[in-house]
Every structure is written in structure tokens, then in C-alpha cells.
């Protein structure tokens, strides 16, 4: 269980769901390994937050566990919906812990934001990868099929089709070196997804596909508590156990970050 | 390249095909660096064997590279047998290095042998696994197909399903206590198929399912060179790369083993 | 949870309690992860088990999860004592998961056997160890306050002193080339601890105080299965996370073992 | 031995003393393997030093070795005092490598400084910590019980009654945030602590209880020049041997920086 | 092969050379397993490169293997600049990956620039380590015996005798906190060669001589971004496989990133 | 330290010198790192050994440190050899840790044992190896130009050239086969070798050149104990530092186990 997410699923206002999905990783998987990894290096966290002036065992947040994950990913991210589903059903919040970025797109088909806003090295724009219309490179351009627009922030890589669907209205890039000066701000409700790999892989070395050149861990930080109040589902997917915790921690950092956040603004 | 596979691919009598697949895997996943691993491990190997008085790269070995994986295991399977169809035809004797154990489902369909001797802690006698009909625990299953007979040395694990299937007469298991007082001899030309975890995880702790009270690297040793004169085939597969090279290095020396005793029976 | 450890409390005839002490390790720490490591491990388990015709699922084992482990080794004793005197009220055979191997001393409180038997490379006869009476290395000691008679088998490392308390009446030592020949036999209800040091290195690296010299994973699971009859207790103690899963995959298969092997007997 | 400390203890201006302790930490153990690592990735340094214009063999450090650690803290910590109450009576300035935190409490009581300075992800203000009060998340508060003031930089972690105490007129917190336009300036004399956790996991996966959104190698390297010429005495704590390397060589880097600007100021 | 550098050896515009060579090496060994990192973990990465506009795929990169290393280092770097000559003359680029930093001695050599640009966290102006006059840290000395000037950038380290000799003219140090401000501009032709080890270790963890308080990996690809047109020669040099990827993944970055830049001012 | 070399210099009986050469390893280096590694590691043992019903740090071993490592292998066996003649000219007995197996050329020519006994996978029996004369891979081949006759126990591998030379009147092999049933007997004075991949990887991993089919931590204990009265000198080499331990602390009980042994049979 996610240290802190104490709240009885009826009552809770946050509910986390583990997908440890990891079938369609390119280079290094480990995926499936995550949601244990991210819970695990949640335990170094002080309950308290400063910032907020808020415990992160009182803002309600149940651990509903993984669903288990199988070869067969449409089916998969069936199954996954209807999870989330349930979640947003009941007024919850859900917060998705990953596996591959794949899972997030039935987080959004669950959700139906207006605006998917994920924190990428990628644009996963992609309309398959080998084929495979359902690998994670592709979870912009779904998540597009669902929400109005996506941003996608601190991206620096994509093939050339990729960055050519980039440029149509409806994609927003922010690359790395403009996230300093950059300040979100979105028309309607949004789906923030975090790909650890938008970090620099001296921040979270233990992803699928590192890309040099990312974000410090304290940038990461900052646009999640500036999203998280236009938002209502979070995700954190791609960390895998290939690193010495570095990816674990950062990404659940972010997600209790997200929390703390998003229920200051509420 | 593997160390001493200095062959033409025309005059080979041994070729090496990697096969990096790496989707089914049920626990720890990596055998798509299982190829790199082996060949990098064999490194440490002297050309010169003693007990056959012969140099590995007098034998003809050629090693191919490896066939690149993608998601779609019933294409990647149908376009590796292709790749060892063209070895078989060449008449040489192809050397698979896996990658998931599913890779050696393309190895018996292009080589067709009258049985099929694996290796490995685990029946694999599966009809599918989660749904998918080629994961990698149904690879006897399917090997079945093709040959008259089966053979599984060093088993020990299996669903309740999979011991039933294996009580019919196409199949024999031989368990691990038994494993030095058996000798093989076989009806046929045979297709052997090595899956690292038929061995103890001590002596090959980097493998996807890994499965205490295994077999030693001698007695994985001799049973390579006691069946590899009635072989026409031979894959180690299921190597991955999370141990300190344990399975590479033993992965790497029981395929070399196979080459030395098979050239010394010819 | 520990795959398969599906029952509920009231209908179980198993409970695995996870113990995560890791306070009194005199060379390398992190048993604190042992629970979280075996069961992990577990999941690369079959359900089924062939030898005795039986599913780990159909026995009836709950995992209650860990009891919290805190410095205060004397003051979480006692609180474990009691959870496990829980499971020993309601007929349960209790499965404890440590954590360094004083947790034995809880159990072993809360059992009362009258034959404490350990799989161990030490003796783990000591007073004390830098001045403290409930090191890892007084466990022996302090069951003896308990059973009527010790066991340890596969002991090779003891102070003098310590073999010299061994040569009394009440203790017998099973050296590691004695284990192939000994017959286990026992006056009454025997409590079984598993320290996976008594393992070789090579099968168990991920251990507090490794001690080269030791018994294969074979060897360890024959003396399991046959002392699991007799036993009314088990624990396996000492695995950490400082390897690449041999430990906990050694030490999940020997909880498994004994659970299989006690149930058929029944 | 620390690489360059060749100075005999009689005539050295500096004494390094290691501290292995490694009882109280709450998440990831392995401080015990602190002082072999920080001396470890020392080697990797050049005696001379650029910006000082001094060589560190020249400096005047010994090492002193370690003082075995045992589980009675408060024990231990009596005696380490009196290790390092020696350094100082000679004169000398004590460089005490940890070590979990709570070394430092022996270092202060035997320094008695009039300022702690803490390089810190945590605010080290607890009473106790699952009943014991001397934790290492204790530290400062007890600094507090010699020193007058307290200061606590890259501070970003603690709890609500830690932050509370944080706020009284002894305690000065800098957060991470801050830190670049924070000038150190104190009354007296000043015990530098390091936490090699005040950086980021980024630059220090090895260690207890890692907090991301830290300081950069840069910023701690600033700080420590900065404070080392108010300081009579310096520690380095919390770095263990669960990453490559990064929290060891930073650790050793700020030990010699140091040095190199304490003895630049004298 | 590095993927991506399809080209034919005879069309090839850039030749990748990989030189293993790994004796000199004064704390942590392994760069022999450089050349084999830096291509596996290039395979991250996508062909198309944004910024350019351009494939990499498409700028006629050949790999031509590794030149196998042994012993005797000043023999080795004969051969090495025999091959490096060759790619010269065939008015190729060459792109060295390394293996120790001595290899760039070879590379300097065969290209004769006007000035070598060293991207480095020491010197490399010794004559001789431990009586060794081909050290990895007598680099840019060597490399003065056939350049007109030498840029050590990013350097924080250096013996007494290299920061006097860095005085002379012919030397230009650029230290990490001047980087940010410093514009590449140079007189006549460049080599390019960037030891991993200018990188802070939280970027480069995996690396002979780790040193803090270096670049990020942003601050790196603006440097070779800046510096690759002026440049007729580049290497990578330093990484080796201590570490769970940053170097290596950093290293390959690097490389294309030399090569995208290269490209594109052509 | 190692721990329990506790004697003096000069009252010393074994006196323990570290030898960190690491120089032509020709797979995977990191043999500079053993002395630390055996010296760690056995901090795991008791003090007392049971079967020889003596205390190590009774038995008058001095740890008299390393001898610092450089590149010129024929300058620093000169320098070694010096060290180790002072310890033979004390009537001490030299314990020799590695450091690659070439250190123990110096120790032969210290000692000038009639008979060289190495336990070791490789036959070591080269003249050079890439050109290089003083490479591991020619030990055994100079312990012939002062010893009379040479063992290599444990031998599985070897060039043609060294088969052949293996067969002459002044070697004998013991393959691992014909360990379990050898009595060693020796005429006159033996310098034991421990090449610690003698061992199976499983019970070494971390060596330069490990060579699965090898013997049990329990085979490679019988053999020094064996050994042992016969001989006045002693090395333990090829340890490093690329596995979790399972290398080191077999070396480190090897090591023990000699000295127990020797000093029994005084
Ligand atoms: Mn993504
Ligand atoms: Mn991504
Ligand atoms: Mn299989
Ligand atoms: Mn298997
Ligand atoms: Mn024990
Ligand atoms: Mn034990
Ligand atoms: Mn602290
Ligand atoms: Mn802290
Ligand atoms: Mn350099
Ligand atoms: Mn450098
Ligand atoms: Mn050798
Ligand atoms: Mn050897």
C-alpha cells in the first residue's frame, strides 16, 4: 500500500490504481515493476507537508492495489477503464501508477478531460510502433481521439512525422529550455500524465527509454503543483527497477506532490 | 559477433541467429539483451577445447546477428522460422539465442525434428497463458506440433494442467534427482532446446522465471554433450540481464559445448 | 500479498506474518526488505505443486502483511509475540517472514515447541553480541528458554564458547556434511526456522552474514520437507535485498515447501 | 585510510574519524559502509587543489580510523564523544564520517559550538522517532540542547511539530530555493553538519531516506566553502552503499573542500 | 553496430572507430565495455533530430567495429591512428568512442588538428602517471605535441604542475562556472574530444574518475553543439559500465549530437 | 584491516599483503578492488574455528596493507617480491591477495617453492598473452622457472599450446572431475595458488574470466585443507568487485581456511 493512502475506498477522494503494464517498452523493460518500486520509495516521505500545511493521510487517498496486467494490451486498457471509470464514477480522483505510458490512455478514455497534458521526453504521437497501435509512444495521439488538446512538456524527441502532427493547432510542445518560463494555464479540465522520463536520466535513470537533456527533479516539481489545480487525474508511469531508486522516488514525490496540490486548490 | 564465429555465412555448418523477443516473459522481464549478453560473455572463453581437441572457430561457425523483435510474437515467430529455414536448407546446424523461450517455437517449425528435448524447470505444456497461445510456457506444447516426441530434463514446475498433459506417452520428464542417472537416447533426429533456468538460480540467477532446486553447470553440461550427437538443432534461451553474468556465461559455454560435441560426433 | 495466499484470516490454516526487523545485522543490512522480497519472488511460482498433487491456493494461506517493525527490539518481540499467538489460538500454523532471525524468538514465544529446529550456518548460541541479549546470533539461546531441545542444522560458524554450549545435551548440531546422511526425528512439536545462510552463498547472496561452506537449494528443500510433518511453526529469516533474488526466491520456495509438505501430511 | 591524511595524529591539524553507526535508519540501511566508501571514491581526487592553491597531504589530516559501532546508540555515542572530545583537546579540528546522522550528536556535545549548521533535506527536529530519542531525525534538536542557534539548508522535509519547532527564534531553515541567495554569516563558533541527502537523489541515490527537489553538487560545494571558515569541526553522514558511487564521491569532495577552505581562512 | 550508421564504409561521411582500451585507468576500470554501452544505449534513441531537421540514419555514418585492444598502449595507439588515418583520407570524419582517454592521442595524431578542445573535468596535462608517460591523464599534453592550442573545458582538477603548465599560453581553461558564459571560437580546424567525466557524476556516475561539482547534460550538448562545426574530428571517451546507463546513454547523445550539429553547419 | 590480523609485524607468523594489480585482466577488470573486497567481506566470520579448535587472531596474522598498484607489471612484481622476500626472511608466512593472478609470480620468486599448487580453471601456462609476458594467463608457466613442478586443480581451460605443455613430465592436471577423488601429496616445499575462479561462477561470480563446470565453495575448501600443511606461502587472487559478494567471501574464507589449517598442522 502507498504509505499514507489510508482512506476507505467509499470515502476517498484520491484513488490510486497500479498498472504495472510493460509489453510494449522498446528498449528497457521493468516496467511492471513500478507501482511496487514507487510505493516502496514512498515510505521515505514524511506524512507532512510544509508547503500546504497538510498530511498526506488526511486527504483521502485509498490505494485500490494494481490490476494485473496481461499480453493482450487492448483488452488490458479495457479492464483498466472500467477501473478508472469506477474512480471518477464516485468522485475520486484517480491516480494512476504505471507501468508503460500505454496505461494512460485508459486513464483518459475514463476520464474525458478537455486538455491531456503530459510531462514526456517523447511526444508519443506515434500512430503505431512496429505495428503495434497500442505501443507507448502512441498515448498523445490517443489521448487526442478523447481531449481537445495536448500539451506536451519538456519533450525533445520524436520522429519527423511525430513533430509534424506537432505543429497542428490542437498539440502544444514545450521544450525543455522554455519550461522556465513557461506558465500553464489550459481551457477546461485536464489530465496531467507524467512520464519520468521527461527528467533527465541523472534524475530518474531507471526508465525505458532515458533522453539526455531533461528536467531537474525540482523543475518536474514545480509544473505538477502548477497543474494540478486545473486538473483531475494524474498519472505517473515509465519508472522501472533498473536504477538505484532515483525514478522510484522522484515519481512518488510527484504524485504526492500532485495530491498535496491539488487539494490545496479545491 | 560472437567471439570465434569467424565463418562465411555460405560455408557455415553452424549459424547463430539472436532472437531478442522479450513480451511474454511472466516475471522478470530482459531476454531482449539475452544475445548481447551471451555473445559479450563469451568473451572469456579460450577458442581451444580440450576434451574435443578442437579450436571453436575451426567449426564453422557463423553468427547471423540478430533477427530484430517487435511486439507481434505470431509474426516475429513466422518471420524468424524463415530466417532458420534459410540455415537448415543451407544445411547447417542453426544455433538460436533467445530471447523468451517462445523463439524456439519458430526453431522446431523450421526444423522439424522427430523430438524435441528441452532443458528447462518448467513444462511449458501450456495450451496459453493469460490468453496468449504463444507465451513462452507453451513452447512444448507447440513443439509438439511438429515432433513425435518430447523430452523435458531438469523439470520441476508446472500447472496441474500441464503435469497431466505431460503423463501421455509423447512426453517424458525427466526431474531433477533423476537427472544423473538418466541417459538419453532418442528416436530421431533432435531438436535441442536450452532454457537457462533448468539450472539452479544460483548458477543462472539472470533468467525470466527463475526456479530453486535446479541443476548444477556440470550436469547441464553433460547433458549437452550427450544429446548433442543425435541433434540437428540447438537454442539457449531465456537468458536476461539481471545478475552479475551467470546465465551469460553459462548460456554462452553450453552452446559452444553443443558445437564441440556435435562436431565431434559428425 | 504473497501469491496465492488467498484465504481469510477466520478460514486459515496458514498465516504469514511479515516481520521486517533489521536492527541487530552485524555485517550487511537490509532484511527490513526480506518480506517485501519473498513475496515478490513467490510470483514466479507455479500454483500447483507436483509432488504433492496439490494447489498453494487450496491450502488455505492468509497473509496478514507486516507488523511494523520499530528500534525497540525487546518492545516489538513482544508485539509480535502477540500477533502471532493470534494465529496459534485460532489453529493456524503460523509463517513468519523475517527480518533479521531474532523474530524466531517471537515465535517461538508465542508456539512454545518443544523442539526448536534451525536451518542455520550459525549456531546462534550467544548471550549476547556487543552487549545486546536479543541479537540475530542469541536466537538459539533464547528459544532453548522455550523448547526443550535445539537443532541446528547446516551449522558451520559458532564462538567457542558457543560450541561449547553446543556439545550439551540439549543442542544438536548437524554439520553441513552430515546433512546428506541424517534422518530428521524429533521428541514432540518442533518449530522450524529457516535461516537462508545456511545456504551456500552461491544459492543465498543476499543475507546478513554469508558463510561459503553451506548447503545447495537442494539439500535445503529435502530437510524442509522432511521435517514439515513434525512442525507446527515455521519461519525463514535473514533474506535482504543485496542480491539478485537468489535469497528471496530460495527463501519464498522453502515457505512454500513447507507449506505443501505440511498439509500432506496432515 | 582517507587518501593524502598522512599526518601523525600528534601533529595533525585535522583528524578524520570514522562512525559507522547504522541503527536507526528508517528506511534504506548501509551507513555502516559510509567512512569505507567515502575513503573508496576519495582516491579518485588530486592531492592539490586549485582554487586554495594548497595540497591536501600538506594540510596536516590524519585519519583515526573508525570507531566500531555497536546497537546501543546511547552508548556508543558516550564513547565517539570521547573520541572526539580527544581531537579537540589536541587542538585539532574533528572531520567525523558517518555514519547515520545521529553520529553528529556526539560530534556537537564534544565540539560545543554556538552554531549548528546542517546541510540537510530534513529538519532533524523530532524528540524521538518510533520511540527513540535518539534517531537520526533527532539531530538537530539535539545540537539545539548544546548549540545556541540552529541552521537547517536545503531543508524540505520534516514534520508538522518538526516545522513548528523550526519556528522559534533558535532555528533558521533555508530551503532549497533559497539557498542561492543565501549569504552564511553566524555568531560564534560553528559545527558543520552534512547530510549528504540535502542534494538530490540525482547526486546522492546512496543514502537513508532520499528526498528529491535537493541541491545540485554545486550548490553544496558553495556552502561548504562558504560556512568552513566560521566552522571548528566538520561531519559528513548518511552515505551508504546502495548506488554507484555518487553519494560516496560527493560525500569525500565536500570533506576536502572543507578542509581546503578552512585551511585557506585560518 | 551503432544504430543508425547504415552507410557503407566507401560512401560514409562519418566513421565511427571503437577503441576498448582500458590500462590505465586509475580508479575505476571498465571502459573496455564502453564502445559496447555507448551503442546499446544509443538504440534509445529515434533517428529524427528536431532541431536539424535531419535523420541520422541519413548523414552517412558507417560503424567499422572496434579496434580490439591489448596490453601495450603505445603500440595500440599505432594501430588506432593507422585506422583513424584511414577514415582521414577518405575525407570521413572520424567519431571515436573509447575505451581511456589515452585513445585520443591516437585520434590527434591521424587528424593533426590546430586545436584540441577537451571537454574534461581534469587536465590531462601531466607527462607521466605512475611513471607512465601514455596515462589517460596526459591527454592534452600529448595532444599539444601536434595542436597549436588546447582547450580543457569544464575542468575542476588538475596536479600542481598541470595547473602551471594550463597557465601557458597554448592552454585555455574554461572551469564549470564559466561555462555558462563562454562563446567556442577558434583558430583553425578542431578536435573534439569529450571525456564523459566533465559531466557532474550524478550525470555520468559510470566513469574512471568520477569528480564533482561538473556539467549537466544540457550544458554538454551546448557545448558540442557549439563547437562541432569548427570541428573535423570528434571522441567520446571515459564511460564505462559502472553504473545503470547515464554515461553511456549521455555519451551516445553526445555523439549524434556531434554528428546532427556537424551535419547541419556543413 | 583484515579482521583478526591482529599481530605485530615482527611477532607475526602470516603476514597478509594486498596486491591490486589490475592490469591485464582480459575480460572484466576491477581485480584492483579484491584486497578491499576480502577484507570487507571478512568481517562476516567468527573469530573461532571449529574444527581446528583455534582463533584466528590467536594464530599471529599481521595485515601489513597493499602494496600500491601501477601499469608496469615487471617493475611492480620486482617491488612485490621485495615485499613478500622481508616476510619470508621473518619466517612468516606470506597470504598474497590479489589483485590478478600475475601477483603471485612475485610471490614465487620470494619463496622459490619446490612445488607450485594452483587451484584454477585456466592452465595459466602461456608465454605471453597479446604480446604481453607478464599477463595472468602466464603464471603458471613462470612459477615453473623456479618451482620443479606445478598442480593446476580445478583446470577446465586452455589454449592448445598450453594442453600440450600441460602434458609434460612437470605438470599435473586435476580436472574437476578427478578433484572429488585426488589426495594431494607433494614432494617438497608448496606455494598454494587460489585463483578464485577455480570455483563455478556460481559460487564466484565476480572474476576477470569466470569459466562455468567449476568446484563448490565445499570442494575448494577440502583442497586448501589439504594443501595447506604442505605449504609455507599462500595467495587468494581474482576477486573483484562485480558480483553482491559471493567472490569476496569465499576468498576471504579460503584464506582462513589456510591459515587454520597450516597453523593445526604445525
Ligand atoms: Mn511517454
Ligand atoms: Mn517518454
Ligand atoms: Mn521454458
Ligand atoms: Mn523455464
Ligand atoms: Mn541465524
Ligand atoms: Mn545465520
Ligand atoms: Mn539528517
Ligand atoms: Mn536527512
Ligand atoms: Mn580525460
Ligand atoms: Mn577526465
Ligand atoms: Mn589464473
Ligand atoms: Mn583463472
Known amino acids: ?23 510494449s517498452t522498446s528498449f528497457q523493460p ?11 520509495f514512498a515510505r521515505t516521505f514524511e506524512d507532512y507537508d510544509h508547503r500546504t500545511d497538510e498530511s498526506f493521510s488526511a486527504l483521502g487517498v485509498h490505494d485500490a492495489g494494481d490490476v494485473h496486467a496481461w499480453d493482450d494490451t487492448a483488452e488490458y486498457l479495457d479492464y483498466l477503464r472500467g477501473t478508472v471509470t469506477d474512480v471518477v464514477w464516485d468522485d475520486a480522483v484517480p491516480l494512476l501508477v504505471g507501468g508503460e505510458h500505454t496505461v494512460s490512455v485508459a486513464g483518459v478514455r475514463a476520464v474525458e478531460p478537455d486538455v491531456f497534458v503530459a510531462l514526456d521526453a517523447h511526444l508519443d504521437l506515434r500512430e503505431e510502433y512496429d505495428g503495434n497501435p497500442l505501443s ?8 487526442l481521439d478523447t481531449a481537445e488538446e495536448a ?5 525533445r524527441s520524436g520522429s519527423e512525422a511525430e513533430w509534424e502532427r506537432a505543429r497542428e493547432a490542437d498539440v502544444t510542445v514545450v521544450e525543455p529550455d522554455e519550461v522556465g518560463s513557461w506558465s500553464p494555464s489550459f481551457d477546461g479540465e ?53 536504477d538505484d531508486g532515483q525514478a522510484a522516488v522522484l515519481g512518488a514525490k510527484l504524485l504526492r506532490e500532485f495530491v498535496f496540490a491539488h487539494a490545496d486548490s479545491a
Open 1 to 23: 500500500m502507498l504509505p499514507g493512502a489510508t482512506a476507505d475506498r467509499e470515502d476517498a477522494a484520491y484513488v490510486v490504481v497500479g498498472a504495472p503494464l510493460d509489453v
Open 30 to 40: 521493468g516496467t511492471r515493476f513500478g507501482p511496487d518500486r514507487v510505493r516502496q
Open 136 to 143: 507507448h509512444s502512441t498515448v498523445t495521439r490517443h489521448a
Open 151 to 155: 500539451y506536451v512538456v519538456g519533450a
Open 190 to 242: 485536464v489530465y496531467l500524465s507524467v512520464d519520468v522520463d521527461a527528467a533527465d536520466p541523472a534524475f530518474a535513470p531507471g526508465t525505458g527509454t532515458p533522453e539526455p537533456g531533461g528536467l531537474s527533479s525540482r523543475a518536474m516539481r514545480r509544473l505538477v503543483r502548477d497543474i494540478a489545480p486545473a486538473a483531475s487525474a494524474f498519472d505517473i508511469v515509465e519508472v522501472n527497477d533498473r
